[in-house]
DNA sequence: GACCGTCTCCCCCGTGCGGGGGAGGTCCGT
DNA sequence: ACGGACCTCCCCCGCACGGGGGAGACGGTC
């Protein structure tokens, strides 16, 4: 029977791309889409898929955290393969250390994806050299700014309603109108939302969410 | 009879996610492929397309300057639409200066591909789809051929610079450091950036920046 | 029951921000 | 020679913003 495989991007181009390539396969199967690390967990349990083909930069919740969630709550859990462009590989470490079986980037020849998907799936991890050995040297400096928004990216459903309402320029007594609270309750999301991205200011924040992907531009 | 265009990228990943999402549309066919933008001048003699879709960064020869030498070279040249996820303005304005009828980010979503297709197919020029269309709405300018982003929302070149500053999330006093000139003076450019983008504050200002594609996510 | 996270609201307080003016300088085109 | 952008700096002023506290109410969990 074919390999079964969840696809995880937020770019619907990249999981198109993905699925053409693995539909090509006649041994792989494409047997679902999410959008967002968040709603993995559901899909895994309903589908059952033996790879999970996972991006590591998602708005919600990303590859990392998604993989942690998915190893802590399935109880057979599916073959992680992190799908990500080699720009990023300061998330190799992470990604490993939570539980990934297999790396991947997105430059990969559609043999080689093919290829990887059927590797993990047979339960070897593979990982690209060359994201390896930049890992060995990159492993021990400190500052990933990128990577501290997501992680502390720990928004409550209130606060990410807030910064969305920030990310449209809106002022907080708009937001306390919109959302029919006070100003001082409004203050205290925006202080909350301000501490876990690690902003200074509400413009700070608003570029967060734009380059975490938290809202999209256009 | 559909539009035709031809997919240059190097990675053959994107490619088959830029054919699956417009081969999806009845109205658009996808004549051709390319790896490089070394192998294009050929393949448009002979292919004919409508429209080339462009990345920009690829091995031996980049989409700059592939767009310059298909625009150099051919006699009835098709519209180049570039695509790319890259962070770096200053590819935007080169790609514009070289030629290129519209800019548009891998990250869109597949309407909105399919939509920059045929915008630029059918002659008009296009940044960055919903976002130039809302500038070019709200600053009311008539003046429509290819130009920067820059000129559309009529900011000039120390602007531009407070502005992208601004976008990355600086303070005034912070800007004037970078700059080497006094607060007083980044003030007075923030207040002209915000009078002619017609924004309220410097989040409005940076939100605007995002949507136009005067600054791209990451 | 005790505990914790979340949402809600409240105080004080300093300051960065933005609006409204103005003014001197250069460089440009006419 | 003159006007007109543009960049630079300056004044006053009001206020939204953000920090640092705290507190009550609700819903879960242990």
Same mark, same amino acid.
């Not at 967990?41 to 059952?48: A, C, F, Y």
């Not at 942690?68 to 990604?95: C, G, M, Q, S």
């Not at 400190?142 to 606060?159: F, I, K, M, N, Q």
């Given at each position: 029977?074919?390999?079964?495989?969840?696809?995880?991007?937020?770019?619907?181009?990249?999981? @198109?791309?993905?699925?053409?390539?693995?539909?090509?396969?006649?041994?792989?199967?494409?047997?679902?889409? *999410? *959008?967002?690390?968040?709603?993995?967990?559901?899909?895994?349990?309903?589908?059952?898929?033996?790879?999970?083909?996972?991006?590591?930069?998602?708005?919600?919740?990303?590859?990392?955290? @998604?993989?942690?969630?998915?190893?802590?709550?399935? =109880?057979?859990?599916? +073959?992680?393969?992190?799908?990500?462009?080699?720009?990023?590989?300061?998330?190799?470490?992470?990604?490993?250390?939570?539980?990934?079986?297999?790396?991947?980037? +997105?430059?990969?020849?559609? =043999?080689?994806?093919?290829?990887?998907?059927?590797?993990?799936?047979?339960?070897?991890?593979?990982?690209?050299?060359?994201?390896?050995?930049?890992? *060995?040297?990159?492993?021990?400096?400190?500052?990933?700014?990128?990577?501290?928004?997501?992680?502390? *990216?720990?928004?409550?459903?209130?606060?990410?309603?807030?910064?969305?309402?920030?990310?449209?320029?809106?002022?907080?007594?708009?937001?306390?109108?919109?959302?029919?609270?006070?100003?001082?309750?409004?203050?205290?999301?925006?202080?909350?939302?301000?501490?876990?991205?690690?902003?200074?200011?509400?413009?700070?924040?608003?570029?967060? @969410?734009?380059?975490?992907?938290?809202?999209?531009?256009?």
């Amino acid at each position: 029977m074919p390999v079964t495989v969840l696809l995880v991007d937020d770019e619907p181009l990249v999981r @198109a791309g993905l699925r053409a390539v693995l539909e090509a396969q006649p041994d792989i199967e494409v047997v679902g889409e *999410a *959008a967002d690390g968040a709603a993995v967990i559901p899909l895994v349990r309903r589908l059952r898929p033996d790879v999970v083909a996972m991006d590591v930069r998602m708005p919600l919740m990303d590859g990392i955290e @998604a993989t942690r969630a998915v190893l802590r709550t399935v =109880a057979e859990p599916p +073959k992680i393969l992190v799908v990500t462009t080699f720009e990023d590989d300061e998330y190799v470490y992470e990604a490993l250390r939570a539980g990934a079986d297999g790396f991947l980037l +997105k430059r990969a020849r559609p =043999a080689e994806i093919a290829h990887a998907v059927r590797l993990v799936a047979e339960g070897e991890s593979l990982l690209f050299p060359a994201s390896v050995r930049r890992l *060995a040297t990159r492993y021990g400096d400190g500052a990933r700014p990128a990577r501290a928004v997501l992680e502390r *990216a720990r928004l409550t459903e209130r606060e990410a309603e807030v910064l969305r309402l920030m990310a449209r320029g809106l002022s907080n007594a708009e937001i306390a109108a919109r959302l029919v609270v006070g100003a001082e309750t409004v203050k205290s999301h925006v202080s909350s939302v301000l501490a876990k991205l690690g902003a200074r200011d509400r413009t700070q924040a608003v570029i967060a @969410a734009y380059e975490s992907g938290f809202v999209e531009a256009g």
